[in-house]
């Protein structure tokens, strides 16, 4: 079912399938969106891997091309959308499917989407008898390992960051509350007045306290 979640842009959570047979994953899809620009930011925004050039992914150098006209096509239409993503999300296992299983060393990886949604791959690789380009490629899939894992570690720090943030906002806003009772005994009204003020404002009140002024 799907909801609208702000101007004409609907939010629809689809069970997309995996690289594992029979299983599915939980995704939000979302469609509706003004024009192709904004479509595309949304995508790239989970899959930062698409329509950006040449980029490391699982260590091989992998261009991700997909048609204007196509995402034009799936920006306000759910069942191209979830096509679209559930692709785009396989991306990073077919990587490491390719560079473990293909002959040699995989040098290169392209994916491209026409505008009819039609998708074409192509690998290219070498016999690497040095090792040089896998060693490479091992560095490359570190490096880009090593940032994923500093991103989670700093979107967990934000979130950590933002709670505590909103825990002590609620907190002042809030106040404490505190109870007090203060007592005193005298003849003359402005020296009792004072001296409850003096004992209330110097914070030293705990429970009931009680003192005399006398004349």
């Known amino acids: 079912m799907a909801m609208e979640i702000s101007n004409n842009i609907t939010s629809q959570i689809m069970d997309l399938k995996t690289s594992t047979p029979g299983v599915t994953k939980k995704e ?66 077919c990587n490491e499917i390719a560079a473990s299983r293909c002959l040699g060393t995989v040098t290169n990886i392209s994916y491209k989407i026409d505008s009819n949604g039609n998708m074409s791959m192509t690998i290219s690789g070498t016999s690497d008898p ?29 979130k950590k960051a933002e709670k505590e943030r909103l825990e002590k906002h609620r907190a002042e806003m809030e106040g404490i509350t505190e109870e007090y009772s203060v007592s005193a005994v005298g003849t003359d009204v402005e020296d009792i007045t004072s001296q409850l003020i003096t004992s209330i404002s110097s914070g030293t009140t705990s429970g009931t306290v009680g003192f005399e002024v006398k004349a």
Not at 144 to 150: D, G, L, R, T
């Open 130 to 158: 040095d090792g040089k380009i896998a060693k490479e490629n091992a560095k490359r899939k570190a490096a880009e390992e090593k940032a994923a894992k500093e991103k989670l570690e700093k979107k967990h720090a934000d």
């Open 28 to 93: 939000e899809i979302k469609t509706g969106f003004k024009n192709v620009d904004e479509y595309s930011k949304y995508l790239q925004g989970k899959y930062d891997y698409m329509n950006s050039g040449s980029v490391s992914m699982k260590g091989i150098p992998t261009t991700v091309s997909v048609s204007p006209a196509f995402l034009k096509k799936c920006k306000d239409d759910h069942e191209k959308a979830e096509s679209l993503e559930k692709n785009l999300a396989a991306l990073p296992k």
